[in-house]
C-alpha cells in the first residue's frame, strides 16, 4: 500500500502560514542555492537540499490538498507540484470554469475518501498530503505514515498550524532523515502505530 507522508515547510514553533495565510519566509530556501530543483527552474536551492527533495518528490504520485489551498492557489494552475495526480478535499465542486483539461485533478467529500482514492492513484508511488487542517485531520484518523516537515528558522507566534485540528497526543518513532540545507532543516519521522 502507499505510504501517506504529510509535509509542508514550516516554523520553528509549528506554523505553516500566518493567520492571513502568508508565508513570509518560509520559502526563501527555495532560492538561496545553486542547484535547480526541478526543470522549470524556478527553485534554486542548496545542494544538501537538492539531495533530499529531488528523490522525495520523485518518489510522489499523487498529493492531497485541501479546497482552501486549492482557492488560494488557483489548483496550482492545473499543474501539481509533484506526481502525476492532486486529490481536492472538498464538499463543493470543482469550479465549471476551471482547466476543463486537468483531468488528473479529482475532488473527494471527505479525508478518508481522499486517501482511499490517492492510494488508488499512486500505484507503488508515496502520496502526499498537504499539512494543516486536512494533513491534521488525516494525521487524528490514523491514515498518516510518515510526518515530513522542512523547519525554517523563524518564528511566526500564531497562525495556520502544521498538524490543523489535531489535538491528542501520537507518538512518533525517532527521525529517520535529519538533513541540514541552507536556512532549512529536512526532517522525517515515520508515525507510531498504536
Known sequence: ?????????????????????????????????????????????????????????????????GRRLFDLTNGWDAKPPAGEHVVVVSHRPRPAD??????????????????????????????????GDIGGQAFALGLVDIVAMDVVPVVFGSGKRYFGPADAQRLLEDPHVVIQGDRVLHLQYRVRKP
Open 1 to 65: 500500500m502507499s505510504p501517506v507522508l504529510m509535509h509542508a515547510v514550516v516554523s520553528v514553533d509549528g506554523f505553516i502560514a500566518d493567520a492571513d495565510d502568508q508565508v513570509g519566509p518560509l520559502f526563501d530556501w527555495y532560492g538561496n542555492g545553486d542547484e535547480p530543483l526541478g526543470d522549470g527552474g524556478g527553485f534554486r536551492i542548496s545542494k544538501a537540499s537538492a539531495d533530499y527533495t529531488r528523490p522525495m518528490w520523485a518518489s510522489l504520485g499523487v498529493t492531497i490538498m
Open 98 to 131: 476551471w482547466h476543463p483539461e486537468a483531468s488528473h485533478y479529482h475532488f473527494a467529500g471527505d479525508v478518508a475518501e481522499a486517501v482511499a482514492r490517492a492510494r488508488e492513484l499512486a500505484g507503488d508511488r508515496s502520496v502526499a498530503i498537504t499539512a
